[in-house]
């Protein structure tokens, strides 16, 4: 039996995106109507968290009142709103916070305006944190209902390939070092999540496609609870597929969080993984069939060797030093220590070539696009680019 195919083919259902309207207005610094560009999604608003000023589009959730509230009943103040794609949307991670300043109170504040849970509105304003969540800040127009027509949001099923041609269009006939410096700019617009988002996030992006109350353990490859979350024993906890250590980030926002490589995992089997490189041979992991350690590696099991190559290939690409978190990079060493380097390179490259993406990594990868971070893993959707940058 081929339980490769038996233990990871994902099928797990999509939420279809109702459309948001982000019409990018005008420049930073610029006063004056707003002018329709490019239209985004609100998860593509909450990702381009950058200072621009756009004109949004989304249905009303409730009142936030802090990171990870927002009231939907008893309101307290007309001082802001969350939107959505979705008008029944219930993840914070995925509601854009939008103030609502004395000149729209009386009409777009919720303890005046209860009725307006539900309906569409429209805001032009600063894409930037409000209540240290995703925002749009000091809007200089609100109206009820759609704004500008948008333009079509990714699609919701990846291509046979797996491979939006225009989100890696600036990568697009580039290879080495241009490469590499063109996926560094796509991929490091993201929406940055919280080490406590990351348990929900997990039990979305890992999901049993045979079992939507299971998540699958990456080096285990057991099906087990979403709520058998924790530190105890034989509970499944976050594992750091680039181990922490090498970088020193810890969990802070940033590399730490990043889902693109957070898996869940046993607790025994991630803390015997710990920090080690990863390499071929070993001893065999009683809790984890197939895959093997020693004294300074660890090798996991054949189904999951081209995801782990892809995850770190990833890390690679996004921290490259310029935004405050270390410059992470793989290399051929197995003895990196605390050092933001990763190995062995030359086993991830062909593991990569011998374990290509199947359907629930690339399930995953579009998971983590539309719903968490708003950023893919390059090399899901295009295994092929790690050889042409470390060749």
């Known amino acids: 039996m081929n339980m490769k195919r038996v233990t990871r083919s994902r099928s797990g259902r999509m939420f279809a995106a109702v459309v948001l309207a982000v019409a990018v207005a005008i420049p930073l610094g610029v006063t004056g109507a707003a ?10 608003a909450l990702a381009a968290q950058d200072g621009r000023t756009a004109t949004v589009t989304g249905y009303v959730i409730g009142q936030p009142t802090a990171t990870n509230t927002v009231l939907t009943s008893g309101f307290t103040a007309d001082t802001a709103i969350a939107i959505a794609d979705q008008a029944s949307e219930t993840g914070t991670s995925r509601m854009l916070y939008v ?21 569409q509105v429209t805001a032009t304003g600063t894409l930037t944190a409000y209540f240290s969540h995703g925002g749009l800040k000091n809007p200089s127009a609100m109206s009820l209902g759609g704004g500008a027509t948008p333009s079509p949001s990714p699609t919701p099923t990846p291509a046979p ?4 041609d225009a989100y890696y269009a600036a990568a697009a006939g580039k290879t080495g ?10 991929i490091r617009v993201q929406t940055k999540l919280s080490y406590d988002q990351v348990w929900d996030a997990l039990k979305d992006t890992d999901q049993d496609p045979a079992n939507p109350a299971n998540v699958i353990l990456l080096y285990s490859g057991r099906s087990q609870s979403k709520t058998s979350n924790g530190g105890g024993a034989n509970d ?10 090498h970088g020193d980030f810890g969990t802070a ?16 089997v991630n ?45 690679a690409i996004r921290y490259e030093g310029g935004d405050g978190w270390p410059d992470l990079e793989p290399n051929d060493s197995v003895s990196n220590g605390s050092a933001p380097r990763l190995g062995r390179l030359s086993k991830l490259l062909t593991w990569n070539d011998q374990d290509p993406p199947d359907a629930f990594e690339q399930r995953r990868n579009q998971r983590i696009y539309e719903r ?20």
């Open 271 to 315: 803390s015997l993984r710990g920090n080690k490189d990863f390499d071929a041979g070993g001893g065999a992991v009683a809790e984890a069939p197939g895959c093997y350690t020693d004294a300074d590696s660890f090798e996991p099991r054949d189904a999951v060797k081209g995801d782990v190559a892809r995850m770190i290939l990833y890390m």
């Open 372 to 391: 968490w971070q708003g950023n893919r893993n390059p090399f899901v959707d295009h295994p092929e680019w790690a050889r042409s940058i470390w060749s």
């Open 236 to 245: 499944w906890n976050r594992e750091h597929v680039w181990a922490k250590s």
């Open 177 to 186: 070092p241009a490469l590499r410096t063109a996926l560094h700019g796509i």
């Open 35 to 44: 002018s329709a560009a490019t239209t985004l999604t609100v998860a593509q």
């Open 253 to 268: 926002t940033g590399p730490g969080t990043d889902v693109h490589h957070l898996r869940p995992e046993d607790v025994s």
């Open 99 to 119: 103030q609502v300043t004395a000149a729209w109170r009386s009409t777009f504040g919720l303890l005046g305006n209860p009725s307006l849970r539900g309906r």
């Open 161 to 164: 390939t797996g491979t939006p």
